[in-house]
């Protein structure tokens, strides 16, 4: 059956149809809510729960949300990383580094704690952060510990019965990690490298083929647009222009 929601987008209220109904899971609905209303930054979903006074909650599986319910678009902060490198040039140090200054006057020299001296990454462009031109063979990189035993036990299962693994979280991990790896080539991959990633990385996990798309690609290059476009407004956010 169809289903409509009323979707809170900052501030702005949306009407979201769904003509096959609501997905099975909680990440095919945030992927749906991504690409309906092109959003890149990263978010996630709350639902209105009417049994406790209309407060929102973080839906553990799209049952706990009904037809004509409303959700709510959380936006995620981008993380921020600062790297620690002894080559930066950029200083910030506290009252006790302005003051070891001036005792050196009297003493000829002056020792500081490694504390006293924090050093920041200069802002620059983020092509310093790529050094590599796009390959001919796209190589898919090793992912955590977790996701890496779960895609081998899953092939396993995949070479006997065809079962496709459908696991939002190593989903989440396999984009992020693919969007790093990405990022070291190009910043604006094209929809023919994106499918070139996605080729690689069925190819080499079969038990990720999309379900649904003619070609079992569809859903990942798809999704690796949207993960670039967060990927990219974290770096933007660190001070490095794309």
């Not at 099975?24 to 209105?48: C, G, H, N």
């Not at 696991?167 to 094209?190: G, H, W």
């Amino acid at each position: 059956m169809s289903a409509r929601l009323r979707v809170i987008l900052k501030e702005n209220i949306r009407k979201l149809s769904l003509p096959s109904a609501i997905p099975q899971t909680v990440d095919e609905l945030k992927t749906i809510v991504q690409e309906t209303f092109d959003i890149e930054q990263d978010f996630s979903l709350q639902f209105q729960d009417q049994d406790f006074d209309g407060q929102f909650f973080t839906p553990l599986q799209t049952s706990e949300i009904q037809d004509k319910d409303t959700i709510k678009v959380v936006f995620v902060e981008p993380e921020i990383i600062l790297t620690l490198q002894d080559s930066l040039n950029v200083k910030v140090q506290d009252s006790f580094s302005s003051s070891c200054a001036d005792s050196s006057e009297d003493t000829g020299s002056c020792s500081a704690a490694s504390s006293d001296t924090v050093i920041l990454r200069s802002p620059g462009s983020a092509s310093s952060l790529r050094s590599e031109s796009w390959p001919v063979q796209f190589e898919v990189p090793t992912f955590s510990l977790d996701t890496e035993l779960i895609l081998q036990a899953a092939n396993e299962t995949h070479k006997k019965d065809d079962t496709l693994l459908n696991n939002p979280a190593v989903k989440s991990n396999i984009l992020d990690k693919l969007a790093e790896t990405i990022f070291t080539y190009t910043a604006y991959p094209s929809q023919a490298q994106r499918e070139q990633v996605a080729e690689a990385l069925v190819m080499k996990h079969p038990c990720l083929r999309d379900p649904v798309s003619f070609n079992g690609l569809y859903s990942w290059h798809n999704s690796l647009k949207y993960k670039l476009g967060n990927y990219r407004a974290k770096v933007k956010h660190l001070g490095y222009q794309n």
